[in-house]
Nanobody, 120 residues
């Protein structure tokens, strides 16, 4: 069982920045795609950013485009989500997602989530 390990969440004021990290052990990094999702209480889990297996396709949901950046460090088997100019509506639990095949429900493997809270 592959367990992704997220870190970097916390409390920040509106306009501030956070960088989330996700270590992906046990998978060949060049053979997987990666994504970040978020979920607020009472809502579904939304895909906010992702990167295809070959790195050629990177996507962002409209709400975060221009403020969030997804990146990877293959040597460290880590995927990052740099979040700038944070807004209170970005408050959510953020989940790392990775795997070789992307389905409408995401990739196969998930992290436990890290909480991001943005105060106004």
């Amino acid at each position: 069982q592959v367990q992704l390990v997220e870190s970097g969440g916390g409390l920040v004021q509106a306009g501030g920045s956070l960088r989330l990290s996700c270590i992906i052990p046990g998978l060949t990094f060049s053979r997987i795609g990666v994504a970040w999702y978020r979920q607020s209480p009472g809502t579904g889990r939304d895909n906010v950013a992702g990167m295809s297996r070959d790195g050629d396709n990177i996507w962002y949901t409209d709400a975060v485009r221009g403020r969030f950046t997804i990146s990877t460090d293959n040597g460290k088997k880590t995927v990052y989500l740099q979040m700038n100019n944070l807004k209170p509506e970005d408050t959510a639990t953020y989940y790392c997602n990775a795997g070789p095949v992307r389905t409408p429900l995401g990739y196969e493997y998930w992290g436990q989530g890290t909480q991001v809270t943005v105060s106004s």
